[in-house]
């Protein structure tokens, strides 16, 4: 009996058992940029060329391999040498530097703070097509993008780190951060006993001479390699931020990594506990300021976190659609089932909705003005709060339409599902950010007018959107109650995304998102319960 491929066409009777016939070829390399109308539509403001480059080398078939590779052969603790002296050392796979080496070479991390053109959107354009690839390394690069700003609270320490930081390179050699090329940094504020209250914060900072020394622990600090720390701690004048580095001249600092944390997905990364033991940590801003501090830190990590559902979404529906176009049942391909082409038009939907809003709010973010700054406060919030919920169920979809291959490992389809919760666990968990929300709009009247102005502009852009947005504001003309936060956040990230589609998006994607997102009644709890609208057209924006 032979081994080969066999065309679908063959006549069944002339199988042999191990004729394969009818399973689409695996999907290898293909470039994310090229092949991303959608991107390439929001992206539009950002200059071509880097990301252009970007992907085509990230969606390669050498670093999907790298992405496979980095995924199976987990970090590893190293806590001692063989005499027994402390390493606190994560090992990785080479195909972990691998892909650090691409991204950080290529400015993911540096490209938003060296003056390039759309910084912030390359930033997350980048963010966007890594997570297609393997979305775990994603995680120390937005965090070395993201600590950048916060380091203004201290000109000195911002004379040492930025430079390393934004070189755009990688350098995981073990030294102090002036010896080295490049640097990245993590950030640790998470304890046991309170992550979002981070107020709840028990580690002690007790001033050295012109440093101090952090004594208490860290229940999560991911990248955990990284050159420092941005950490919060309590020190007499109440909870101050600190950078921490790993590395001081000649000797390890009192970092002690207690374990690694044996997490659902994110497998690429490491993400630990670890133990401050008089560490040597240095104060960024004020004593009692520690959370304003570090607030710079997260609001750039939320727009990543914001974009990176897109990536994971894109990444499994690209998947779908690959195997559509060539699976067979029932004597038609699968891309010609009615009800299939029902089911991912309606994904297409979401999938432009949250790569438009995430793209937008990149926008804000590269923008000079106060209303740009005022309007990235509140977006964000409302762009990862969104795309994240909706990321899980979408994930799931897009690998059920490869039916049981889809729930196998030789797919990536677990690798996305597996990644897909967690956006929306760090960075402010979903209720936490639905009362950001809130708070913002509370004591932020600049905030409020700027997001008032984005979905004021949408008016006259379709029916559905006008009276959706009359309905969110007679419901509510002022705020909501607490209890109603989720309902609130989810209306009004809905009608921001509706609003950017309306401007930016083209008319079957704009009109179809409006007419089942808005319209009371008109969509079902699952993919395809609805009429997406011109089905042909939004299958064009993802068919290869
Ligand atoms: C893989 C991974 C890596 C991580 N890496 C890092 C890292 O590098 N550095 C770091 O500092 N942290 C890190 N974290 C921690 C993460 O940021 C926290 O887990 C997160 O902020 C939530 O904090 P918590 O776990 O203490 O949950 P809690 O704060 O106890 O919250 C539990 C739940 O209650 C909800 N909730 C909280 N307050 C309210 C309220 N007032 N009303 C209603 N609901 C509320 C939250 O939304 C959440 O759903 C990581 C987490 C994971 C999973």
């Known amino acids: 009996m032979s081994h080969s491929t066999a065309p679908a066409s063959r006549p069944r009777d002339t199988l042999g058992t191990h004729d394969v016939v ?126 950048v700003p916060a380091l203004a609270a201290d000109p000195a320490l911002e004379a040492v780190w930025r430079p390393k930081l934004t070189a755009g390179a990688y350098d995981p050699s073990i030294a102090p951060v002036e010896a080295k090329r490049a640097a990245t940094l993590g950030m640790a504020m998470t304890e046991k006993q309170g992550g979002s209250d981070v107020r709840a914060n028990t580690t002690r900072a007790e001033p050295d001479g012109a440093a101090y020394r952090l004594r208490g622990h860290k229940w999560f600090c991911s990248a955990p390699m990284s050159d420092g720390f941005l950490t919060l701690a309590q020190a007499d004048g109440g909870l101050t931020c600190f950078l921490v580095p790993r590395w001081l001249e000649g000797t390890r600092n009192a970092i002690h990594v207690m374990r690694l944390k044996d997490k659902l997905g994110n ?100 923008g000079g003005s106060e209303t740009d700054r005022a309007f990235a406060r509140i977006g964000v919030a409302l762009a990862k709060y969104l795309g994240n919920k909706l990321c899980p169920g979408f994930v799931y ?81 002022r705020l909501c109650e607490e209890s109603e936060a989720r309902h609130f956040t989810e209306s009004m990230a809905t009608l921001l995304t509706a609003s950017v589609l309306l401007r930016h998006a083209p008319d079957a994607v704009a009109q179809g998102y409006a007419a089942t997102r808005l319209e009371p009644g008109a969509r079902g709890r699952s993919y395809g319960a609805a009429e997406p609208g011109d089905v042909d057209a939004l299958l064009a924006r993802v068919r290869p």
């Not at 880097?50 to 790298?66: D, H, K, V």
């Not at 390493?87 to 060296?114: N, V």
């Not at 597996?418 to 666990?425: G, H, M, Q, Y």
């Open 397 to 477: 979809e897009a690998m059920e339409a490869l039916g049981g291959v889809g729930y196998t490992e030789e797919t990536p389809m677990p690798l996305y599902y597996r990644e897909a919760p967690l956006n929306s666990i760090w960075e402010g968990s979903g209720n936490v950010i639905c009362l950001d929300v809130l708070r913002t709009l509370m004591r932020d009247a600049g905030a409020g007018e700027a997001l008032q102005g984005e979905l004021a502009t949408a008016r006259g852009g379709s029916a559905a959107y006008d009276r959706a947005l009359d309905a969110h504001l007679e419901r509510w003309p």
């Open 267 to 366: 497998r690429a990364n490491a993400s630990s506990e670890i133990e401050y033991h008089d560490a040597l940590a240095w104060r960024l801003g004020e004593e009692g300021q520690g959370v304003k501090t570090i607030i710079e830190m997260v609001h750039h990590t939320r727009l990543s976190t914001a974009i990176a559902p897109a990536g994971l979404m894109r990444g499994a529906l690209d998947e779908a659609v690959w195997w559509c176009e060539s699976r067979t049942t029932f004597q038609r391909r699968l891309i010609d089932q009615p009800l299939m082409k029902t089911m991912l038009a309606d994904m297409v939907l979401d999938l432009e909705g949250t790569l438009a809003l995430g793209m937008h709010m990149a926008r804000a973010f590269d």
């Open 22 to 147: 009818n399973q689409p070829a695996p999907r290898a390399g293909h470039d994310l940029w090229a092949g991303d109308a959608i991107l390439r539509t929001h992206a539009a403001h950002a200059p071509e060329a880097p990301l252009a480059e970007f992907g085509a080398q990230i969606g390669s078939a050498q670093m999907r391999e790298a992405g496979r590779l980095a995924n199976r052969h987990a970090p590893e603790l190293v806590s001692f040498d063989r005499a027994g002296r402390r390493l606190d050392e994560a090992r990785f796979h080479p195909a972990y530097h691998q892909l650090m080496e691409a991204g950080l070479g290529r400015g993911i991390s540096s490209a938003a703070w060296t003056g390039a053109q759309a910084g912030h959107s390359q930033h997350a354009a980048m963010a966007y097509m890594f997570s297609q690839v393997e979305p775990g390394v994603v995680c120390p690069m937005v965090m070395t993008y993201a600590a």
